[in-house]
Nanobody, 127 residues
């Protein structure tokens, strides 16, 4: 059974930090691009960051570049998202996903169900 389980969400004040983790099981982790998305109430799903199994520099959305850092731990089939300098507009449910590639614009369409997705973890940033 494929599972992606996110953890590490919570309530934090603006300017604070959180570290999200995603534990993966049930599939060959090394074969997939690992990504983080978020969805705020009333908004579309948005791709934030992605790391390819082929290597190279991770991708970051403009809104989080310089504040968020993605890291993949292949030995433990896990991916993390370190989030610093959080802002109220970062408030959302955060999801990790195992995808065929890092075409995040495609996967940001909520009608797209390709890949494997976690259930999400809530991040709330107070002002």
């Amino acid at each position: 059974e494929v599972q992606l389980v996110e953890s590490g969400g919570g309530l934090v004040q603006a300017g604070g930090s959180l570290r999200l983790s995603c534990a993966a099981s049930g599939f060959k982790f090394d074969d997939y691009a690992m990504a983080w998305f978020r969805q705020a109430p009333g908004q579309e799903r948005k791709g934030l960051s992605c790391i390819s199994p082929l290597g190279g520099s991770p991708y970051y959305a403009h809104s989080v570049k310089g504040r968020f850092t993605i890291a993949s731990d292949n030995a433990n089939s896990a991916v993390t998202l370190q989030m610093n300098d959080l802002k109220p507009e970062d408030t959302a449910i955060y999801y990790c996903a195992a995808l065929d590639d890092c075409a995040l614009e495609y996967y940001s369409d909520s009608s797209v169900t390709d890949g494997y997705w976690g259930q999400g973890t809530q991040v709330t940033v107070s002002s």
